[in-house]
């Protein structure tokens, strides 16, 4: 069994955590792969994502100690019940991509919109969960669990009160429920239908729904 590296993810990091998502979350995460949109129209999102979590050192990556190769990343952002009230805007644009993938991201878009909403009122900071994932080469070794481990740790260490995670596949579904995550909201994914009501998003993993999970600390 090879032995991994969790460490603190920087922001020079950004290229080859972009380039793990290209060649493994965007072919291996089910909901992604259901939208059937290109990688050139994920990249953006990715990119997003990515430089959005390097703002704060909250984020894992991990690497093998032998060749540096990434396996896994937990990349981590920051939500704040006052910004988020006042905030105007997306957190993704939707202009210029697909029917499919604009109405994947308007469901995604809820996730944080509903938050605060479900969330009990003494929740002030949480720590959000943007992508959480294991190469497949690499999975059933334990790193995820790890990771999340790791992520509470953090967590704790900072004062933040909980962890929220729009999860979208069934194995992390599974993996936060294990941990004492609550769904406060699933959205499912029979409700991303086009205008003549044909479904665009079905995943093949058995996951019927994007969940707000939610964790207090």
């Known amino acids: 069994m090879e032995k991994y590296v969790f460490q603190t993810a920087e922001k020079s990091d950004y290229d080859r955590i972009l380039k793990f998502l290209a060649e493994y979350f965007y072919h291996e995460e089910p909901s992604v792969r259901a939208t059937k949109a290109s990688i050139d129209e994920w990249l953006p999102i990715f990119g997003e994502m990515v430089e959005s979590s390097l703002r704060m050192p909250l984020s894992i990556i991990v690497t093998t100690e032998e060749s540096d190769t990434v396996v896994a990343v937990l990349l981590n952002s920051v939500w704040e019940r006052e910004k988020d009230e006042q905030r105007t805007g997306a957190d993704h644009e939707v202009d210029g991509f697909s029917d499919t993938m604009q109405r994947f991201l308007t469901v995604l878009q809820k996730c944080h919109n509903e938050f605060w909403s479900l ?35 953090t967590a704790r260490s900072l004062g933040i009160d909980g962890i929220v995670s729009a999860t979208s596949s069934f ?8 941990n004492g995550f609550e769904c406060l909201k699933e959205f499912p994914y029979s409700s991303i239908v086009s ?4 479904k665009l998003v079905e995943p093949d993993d058995g996951s019927v729904g994007m969940r707000i999970n939610f964790k207090r600390l």
Do not use: C, F
């Open 171 to 178: 194995a992390n579904q599974t993996l936060l429920a294990k």
């Open 119 to 153: 969330a009990p009122s003494d929740i002030k900071t949480v720590i959000y969960r943007e992508i959480s994932s294991v190469g497949k080469p690499w999975q059933r070794q334990g790193i995820a669990s790890e990771m999340l481990v790791r992520n509470h740790q």
């Open 195 to 198: 205008d003549d009501g044909q």
